[in-house]
């Protein structure tokens, strides 16, 4: 019985002497990576990108090859890879020093080096060694078969194995199967076989030293910064794998993984993989430009709307080159839709115009403008934007195409909100969820290039990814499904990778639910849902000038009476056709009933904010825009911008010409000139007449300030022909 004992334990000692002198042998120069893939696709590109990056040498089998192997995202199969493996190993199944890995390829980033890969083999002391998992796939039946493991996971993953090629080679000649019997099955068997398992000296990664398999283990896997790199650290075994695998339905946290991993995106560098494969057009003539399919959607009413459709006249990207597409599912907007096309139908010729009259669904639409670049083998680029995007860059169509990518949009979020055009997850039931980098990115706190799971209201596509991997795709019809559902849900399971840039500044997102289509001029009440737009529209763009060039900006035509710009001349012209439109004009009597004493010591023939419902928008135009000039002009003093007066005054000959002296009941009062002298009136103006000083040119669009109280005794000199409009308001009374 010893003498026995001392035999096994003297072939152990031979057998394990002669795998470590196989180990001491290892070599970078000899590992071979091999891999399995019929086309190159997004995924496909990712893992040659990160292969490269460590130099392996990767071999590929199967590229333009029909694929056999069935449905193994959905079901059993994937026989065809060990067919080409088997033929491949051959070549060297003589090879002792050869070390060979097999992977998946289109759900796989390396995330280290050969010589980390051939250390962790090495010290794993076996000569076979496969990834390992917490399911037992595909024949649940066989789970009670395995070795018990006391830490890590337990079962045989077939996505990932690694070992000397001559055992390798000796293995997969068993496989006598056909294309579509499963792979996993295959090796799960030869593993469970003891005899099997000895002779290649196989075992399993059971703490993913080497291999990680995401399925079953997302909550482990968080990602480690290191210097310039990234990894993926499992916590559960404070293991670094080399090889990331996304299986079964984990592709999506792998697509977040690889915007990070190895060095796609670095604190040190920022984005690594940014400028790789880049397009330029920088001379191209006007005719050698992409053609790009334009398609506009207008599903429901959208403030902003004519600024909208101007911008597509002022993108940099030759009109020649657009073709356009425009559904209007809103009757409203008809009116905008006919003015652009009376000014710019020169621009776009050839464009289409869809409206509420065709009676064409969202979907149906949608599907409608993305087969025409499907049917046009001259459509290079197909561009989808909705009426909620303030695309402000010009340059947007070209850097969206330099990018190359299948399908990329532009990072859009609403002013000052984390509500965005993306996703950075999805929920277990594939709705929203916030992936954990989705505010830093929203933020531009990380600029790069990222992979997504949702992108929605503007993106472009390449035609040529329209007329293959999506050709036989229904992109946005599914009952039940909104399209912008279908659509990501179309794309991601077609493998294509769906990009959001936030390397430049593309614009905004427009916030639409308080948008009341029943005012006259309904843009004006979006001062607090839609800050910037408003400021666009309505504010004057000398403006912030006051702050910068006070000299040439701001006038003093008398003793502390200031005189700048204010209002656009929309803005002044959307006021006064609002309160024409109104005409609840008071009679300029004493007896006034909107006041709280039912009496005004001074009365005008005027029109009072809350008449309109337009008094809180009024006091955050005060907040905003009044408060910060006041507090320059007049220094030490911090408005409160509170006003309980604010209204517009009419002065014609024939009803109001002038307005007696008086002095105002306020801390400091806004004149606001909404018309023109000379063109809208004559006469008019402001007299002070404690200074005896005059202004009677007041500017469209222009304010005087000055104090209400005490010293500012003034008057308003006669009109003499047409109506003069001013906007008043008495500040903190």
């Not at 309160?579 to 909107?594: L, T």
């Not at 509170?642 to 008086?662: C, G, K, T, W």
Request: negative net charge; charged residues 25%; proline residues 5%.
């Amino acid at each position: 019985m010893l003498s026995c004992l001392l035999l096994g334990l003297l072939a152990l000692f031979f057998f394990q002497s002669s795998v470590s002198a196989d180990q001491r042998r290892l070599s970078p120069e000899n590992v071979l990576v091999i891999t399995a893939a019929t086309e190159e696709t997004d995924g496909f590109n990712r893992f040659m990108r990160t292969a490269r990056e460590f130099k392996y040498a990767v071999k590929v089998l199967g590229l333009g090859e029909q694929w056999k192997g069935g449905d193994v995202a959905r079901t059993v199969g994937g026989g065809q890879k060990v067919r080409w493996l088997k033929a491949e190993l051959l070549k060297h199944s003589d090879n002792k020093d050869l070390v060979v890995m097999f992977v998946d390829s289109y759900d796989v980033i390396f995330a280290s080096g050969p010589e980390e890969l051939l250390s962790k083999f090495s010290r794993l002391g076996h000569r076979v060694v496969f990834s390992a998992e917490g399911f037992c796939w595909p024949d649940q039946r066989l789970a009670s078969k395995y070795p018990e493991v006391h830490s890590g996971k337990r079962f045989l993953n077939s996505g990932g194995f690694i070992g000397f090629a001559s055992d390798l080679s000796s293995m997969v000649q068993h496989w006598k199967y056909k294309d579509n019997d499963d792979d996993q099955l295959f090796y799960t068997k030869i593993y469970l076989d003891k005899k099997q398992r000895a002779k290649f000296n196989i075992t399993l990664d059971h703490r993913s030293r080497i291999f990680q398999n995401l399925n079953g283990a997302v909550e482990e896997v968080v990602l480690k910064f290191e210097r310039a790199k990234v990894r993926a650290r499992n916590v559960a075994y404070d293991t670094l794998p080399v090889i990331i695998h996304g299986n079964g339905p984990t592709k999506l946290q792998l697509n977040y993984l690889g915007n990070y991993v190895p060095s796609a995106w670095t604190f040190e560098n920022g984005c690594g993989i940014c400028d790789d494969d880049l397009l330029f057009f920088n001379d191209a003539p006007d005719k050698d430009m992409p053609l790009v399919y334009v398609a506009v959607f207008i599903e429901h009413a959208t403030p902003f709307m004519e600024e909208f459709l101007d911008r597509l006249t002022t993108l940099n990207y030759p009109p020649a080159r657009i073709r356009l597409f425009v559904h209007n599912n809103v009757v409203y907007h008809e009116r905008h839709i006919q003015k652009f096309w009376e000014r710019h139908r020169d621009l776009f010729p050839d464009a289409l115009l869809v409206g509420p009259e065709e009676n064409l669904q969202e979907n149906k639409a949608r599907a409608m403008a993305v087969e025409a670049c499907k049917k046009d083998p001259e459509c290079d680029y197909y561009f989808s934007i909705d009426s909620d995007v303030a695309l402000t860059n010009p340059d947007t169509l070209r850097i969206l195409i330099e990018e190359n990518k299948s399908v990329i949009a532009p990072m859009l979020s609403r002013h000052g909100k984390l509500w965005s055009n993306f996703w950075g997850a999805l929920s277990p039931e594939g709705f929203y969820s916030r992936s954990e980098d989705y505010i830093e990115i929203v933020q531009a706190k990380r600029m790069g290039l990222w992979n997504v799971p949702y992108i929605t209201q503007a993106y472009l596509i390449k035609g040529s990814v329209l007329r293959s991997k999506l050709s036989q795709v229904s992109l946005y019809v599914e009952e039940g499904m909104d399209p912008d559902m279908v659509f990501c849900r179309s794309i991601r399971d077609q493998g294509v990778f769906m990009f959001v840039s936030n390397r430049d500044e593309f614009g905004r997102l427009v916030a639409s639910a308080n948008f009341n289509t029943s005012r006259l001029h309904p843009d004006m009440w979006q001062i607090f849902d839609n800050p910037v737009d408003w400021k666009e529209k309505y504010i004057s763009e000398n403006y912030s000038k006051i702050f910068e060039d006070e000299k040439n900006f701001v006038e003093q035509p008398c003793p502390d009476v200031y005189w700048f710009p204010v209002f656009s001349e929309k803005m002044c012209d959307h006021l006064v056709e609002t309160m024409e439109h109104n005409g609840e004009w008071s009679g300029g009597k004493h007896k006034d009933e909107r006041l709280a004493g039912g009496y005004e010591n001074v009365p005008t023939v005027d029109i009072h904010m809350n008449q309109i419902d337009f008094e809180k928008e009024w006091l955050k135009f005060l907040k905003e825009y009044i408060a910060p000039v006041t507090e320059k002009l007049y220094p030490g003093y911090y408005p409160k911008a509170q006003a309980i007066m604010n209204f517009v005054v009419r002065y014609r000959p024939d009803e109001q010409p002038s307005l007696r002296p008086h002095h105002d009941s306020s801390t400091f009062t806004i004149n606001i000139a909404l018309n023109r002298k000379g063109v809208d009136y004559e006469g008019g103006g402001c007299r002070f007449l404690r200074y005896d000083c005059l202004v009677e040119s007041p500017r469209k669009g222009w304010s005087f300030m000055h104090p209400g109280r005490l010293t500012h005794y003034h008057e308003g000199l006669p009109t003499t022909t047409g109506t003069r409009y001013i906007m008043v308001s008495f500040v903190d009374p």
